[in-house]
């Protein structure tokens, strides 16, 4: 079982940054593909970034490409989702979540193939 926990989210005004962050209840990122998703009132929980375990493959959703990095510390299980130039429109939950499983191009943001999911930690983004 792994336990994922987030936390950096806040309220900040369009054109500010965050730095989320996932910890992780034990060295899961060896393994593990993990990826952030986001889900704001009445819309569908949509993926946003995942990296893989070596690092080596990263993903971004278009809306985020050019403003948000995925990143990770594997000697502290944590992975790490810095944005930049945030809008109004990225105001949601965010979650962290991880699977057992490969971390491609096609499904990396398949939320139901994710095996464990933090509490979330919410972002709002004022204009």
């Known amino acids: 079982q792994v336990q994922l926990v987030e936390s950096g989210g806040g309220s900040v005004q369009a054109g500010g940054s965050l730095r989320l962050s996932c910890a992780a209840s034990r060295s899961t990122y060896s393994s593990y593909c993990v990826a952030w998703f986001r889900q704001a009132p009445g819309n569908e929980r949509e993926g946003v970034a995942a990296?893989?375990?070596?690092?080596?493959?990263?993903y971004y959703t278009d809306s985020v490409q050019g403003r948000f990095i995925i990143s990770q510390d594997s000697a502290k299980n944590t992975v790490f989702l810095q944005m930049n130039s945030l809008k109004p429109e990225d105001t949601a939950m965010y979650y962290c979540?991880?699977?057992?499983?490969?971390?491609?191009?096609?499904?990396?943001?398949?939320?139901?193939?994710?095996?464990?999911w933090g509490q979330g930690t919410q972002v709002t983004v004022s204009s």
């Open positions: 990296i893989s375990p070596d690092g080596g493959r990263i």
């Open positions: 979540a991880a699977k057992f499983a490969y971390c491609g191009s096609l499904g990396w943001n398949e939320r139901n193939v994710y095996q464990y």
